[in-house]
């Protein structure tokens, strides 16, 4: 059973940072891709970050040069570095897996970006 287990929201002010987290209960190299997607109130559920096995990284146009997608295959972990966060940026932020035609999510964490 694939699990994957978000950590690291919180509140933090406009222009601060913040770092995400997502651990998962099997190498992530099994993965073809894994990645960061959030969702604000009454807004659909967006991609921000993905990231391959091989290192390739993709960003939402919203977050380039602000967010980093990064992963340690020695804790099976993928994190998101959130700089020069807005308040724009306030959501539940899920991570994503995909292995084949199956897809596996988090629960979720929230960030809460205040002005």
């Known amino acids: 059973q694939v699990q994957l287990v978000e950590s690291g929201g919180g509140l933090v002010q406009a222009g601060g940072s913040l770092r995400v987290s997502c651990a998962a209960s099997?190498?992530?190299?099994?993965?073809?891709?894994m990645g960061w997607y959030r969702q604000a109130p009454g807004k659909q559920r967006e991609s921000v970050a993905s990231i391959t096995p091989r290192g390739g990284t993709n960003y939402a146009d919203s977050v380039k040069g602000r967010f980093t997608i990064s992963r340690d295959t020695a804790k099976d972990t993928v994190y998101l570095q959130m700089n020069s966060l807005k308040p724009g940026d306030t959501a539940v932020y899920y991570c994503?897996?995909?292995?084949?035609?199956?897809?596996?999510w988090g629960k979720g964490t929230l960030v809460t970006v205040s002005s």
């Open positions: 099997v190498s992530i190299n099994n993965f073809y891709i």
């Open positions: 994503n897996a995909k292995i084949a035609v199956a897809d596996y």
